[in-house]
């Protein structure tokens, strides 16, 4: 069974101003977080950067605001992300971000495209990881650099939570994935999974990270 992507749209579109809210309210955990991706990531002049469903464009902000000369371009599935966080740019001085709609499944670039690629919390939720994380090999150049993180295990609260509200809009439907709504742990990735789905994806090094309760894992090509 497949799962409908016009639905997904739908629920993410109604979900943008909400998550915009609250992840404005939830930068704390970005503390740890920002620095982490940034030392991971920051590109040279002249780099192109991938933020794979940007959401309200948080990280591909922070990397333009302090990488000026690198290309960043920015995808999400849900036009309405896509409208906030181009606002969000303009407002942070980082017009020439490029933003598009785009899915995470099945990237609209050419292989060996970006020299760095970040995606964070949008694979939880994408139906197949598996194509999601051959998609970020794919698009990399050999020797680039992915950063991914994910709530690990959906430990913290504000992770349960969250999920408990994907269900209720109905933008994830637990039976459809074999599992049920209250069985946490089956839902979120945990660290086993995460090794296993980048080193499977073609990465050649996969070294994961604990971050306030996410893991970060570090792919290099
Ligand atoms: C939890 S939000 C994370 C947003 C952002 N990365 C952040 O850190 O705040 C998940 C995002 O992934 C996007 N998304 C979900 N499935 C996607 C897919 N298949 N392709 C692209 N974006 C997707 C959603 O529209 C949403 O903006």
Redesign the pocket.
């Known amino acids: 069974m497949t799962i409908d992507?016009e639905a997904?749209i739908k629920c993410?579109d109604a979900?943008?101003p909400f998550?915009t809210f609250f992840?404005a309210k939830t930068l704390r955990s970005d503390r740890e977080i920002m620095p982490f991706v940034l030392k991971a990531l920051m590109p040279a002049d002249g780099e192109r950067v991938l933020?794979?469903?940007?959401?309200?464009g948080?990280?591909a902000i922070k990397i333009a605001g302090q990488a000026r000369n690198a290309d960043i371009h920015a995808?999400?599935?849900?036009p309405a992300?896509l409208k906030i966080a181009r606002a969000n740019a303009r407002k942070a001085g980082c017009g020439h971000i490029r933003f598009d709609q785009?899915?995470?499944?099945n990237l609209p670039f050419e292989a060996d495209r970006f020299d760095k690629l970040v995606?964070?919390?949008?694979l939880?939720?994408?139906p197949n990881r598996e194509k999601?994380a051959r998609e970020f090999h794919r698009v990399l150049k050999p020797g680039g650099t992915a950063v991914i993180?994910e709530p690990d295990q959906g430990r913290n609260i504000r992770d349960r939570a969250?999920l408990f509200l994907l269900y209720g809009i109905g933008l994830i439907r637990p039976k459809m994935r074999g599992f049920g709504v209250t069985d946490i742990k089956r839902y979120y990735l945990n660290k086993h999974d995460f090794r296993a789905l980048f080193a499977g994806s073609g990465f050649s090094r996969v070294e994961l990270y604990d971050r306030r309760g996410s893991i970060c894992a570090v792919c290099v090509k």
């Open positions: 992507k997904t993410y979900l943008a998550y992840r933020d794979a469903g940007t959401g309200p948080v990280y995808v999400d599935l849900s992300f785009g899915d995470i499944e995606c964070a919390g949008a939880e939720a994408v999601a993180i969250f």
